[in-house]
């Protein structure tokens, strides 16, 4: 089989991640170009990692490199354009989550992969955790009944990224697009993809994006956000329910600064026979012979970052050569976003949003 042309639009922090995992398959692979829109970060990435071509627009790059697959790594604000043109261009994509700003920009790019049949996926690499290969396991063999309840939270005690993360021009919203987004759809994808119908939802501006007068956040982000180009026009935290077609609800938490003791990220599922939470791997609750009993798996369910971003690229390129229906489809992507479009309007009404198809 050929080596899939690959082409990576926005070389910053997330692209690395990506261009390990193609790098983990040499032999199916070749990464033949990149793009940034800085000229001296482009250079000194493709440098560094042995790209022949750079281009400092994705247009130019994608009509001179005849790519079969494309990752979209940019900030948010520049999915839908990236992923429309490589995709219009011939290219298979895989893009970064949040798929897009909004519903309505994330429904455009699935209408485009629906026209051009390109693969379209998206980047919710907690779909290739190992404690999400556990969970789905035990799930699916119906430890847990039916599942009603779930709780999704992601919380950081001080942890805004800064620069674009908190301007919503660049990225859309706050913790919740940025962070919320990962929990929300593991939860969604464990529960068997149920339909969301609506939310309710509240945000809140109150911490701002730098913490301890300079301090540095306890995740190393120096945001500096006063002294940056970019804005801090997002929320710090948010809290919401969504209600699903099959009557399970979710409850999601996700911050930059909140004054918790410390960052927390965890779901937590509940069903009729059996409960189960992941945080550093996973356990389950049921009860047996009488007794109520806590299952902790031996074998891993750790999420790991690395391991995790090589196995959702080389599923992608399964994908793009093999035919392999894709595990994070971008139907997913749409769906989430209808949940983020609720619950930010939700907090802007004060009342139920309702989700609508
Ligand atoms: N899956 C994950 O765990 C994970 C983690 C971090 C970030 N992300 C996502 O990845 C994306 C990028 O985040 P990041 O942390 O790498 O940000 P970043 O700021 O480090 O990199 C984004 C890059 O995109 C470039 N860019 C913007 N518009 C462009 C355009 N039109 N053409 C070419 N390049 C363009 C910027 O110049 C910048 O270099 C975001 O959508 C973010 O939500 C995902």
């Known amino acids: 089989m050929e080596k899939a042309r690959v082409g990576i639009i926005g070389t910053g922090g997330i692209s690395h991640a990506h261009m390990t995992g193609y790098k983990a398959i040499p032999d199916r692979v070749d990464v033949a170009a990149v793009c940034d829109i800085d000229e001296e970060k482009v250079k000194a990435y493709a440098t560094k990692f042995n790209v022949p071509r750079w281009y400092t ?60 049949g390109k693969v379209l996926q998206i980047g919710f690499v907690r779909r290739y955790g190992a404690d999400a290969a556990m969970l789905k396991k035990f799930i699916d063999a119906g430890t847990l009944g039916d599942i009603y309840y779930a709780k999704a939270t992601y919380l950081r005690r001080s942890g805004c990224p800064g620069g674009w993360f908190g301007d919503i021009r660049y990225s859309g919203g706050g913790p919740l697009i940025d962070l919320g987004v990962h929990v929300m759809d593991l939860v969604r994808y464990l529960a068997g993809c149920p339909k969301p119908v609506s939310a309710y939802g509240v945000t809140y501006n109150n911490l701002g994006p730098d913490r301890a007068s300079g301090a540095k956040s306890n995740l190393g982000y120096e945001s500096n956000q006063t002294k940056s180009k970019y804005e801090f026009n997002v929320e710090d935290f948010t809290s919401a329910m969504i209600r699903f077609d099959n009557g399970m609800t979710l409850t999601v938490e996700a911050s930059f600064n909140l004054n918790i003791k410390q960052d927390r990220g965890d779901i937590e599922l509940f069903g009729t026979k059996g409960g189960t939470k992941i945080t550093d791997g996973a356990e389950f609750f049921t009860d047996m012979n009488g007794e109520f009993i806590n299952i902790t798996p031996a074998s891993k369910s750790v999420f790991e970052f690395t391991p995790s971003f090589n196995a959702e690229i080389a599923h992608f390129i399964d994908c793009v050569q093999n035919g392999v229906p894709c595990r994070a489809p971008a139907e997913d992507g749409v769906i989430l976003m209808k949940m983020i479009d609720a619950i930010y309007e939700s907090a802007r009404t004060g009342h139920e949003a309702l989700i609508t198809y």
């Open 57 to 116: 627009d994705y247009n130019e790059m994608l009509a001179k490199e005849n790519l079969d697959a494309v990752s979209v790594t940019t900030w948010n604000a520049a999915h839908k354009g990236a992923a429309i043109a490589a995709m219009r261009a011939g290219a298979n994509v895989i893009c970064e989550k949040p798929m897009a700003m909004n519903a309505v920009e994330a429904q455009e790019m699935y209408d485009v992969s629906k026209e051009t």
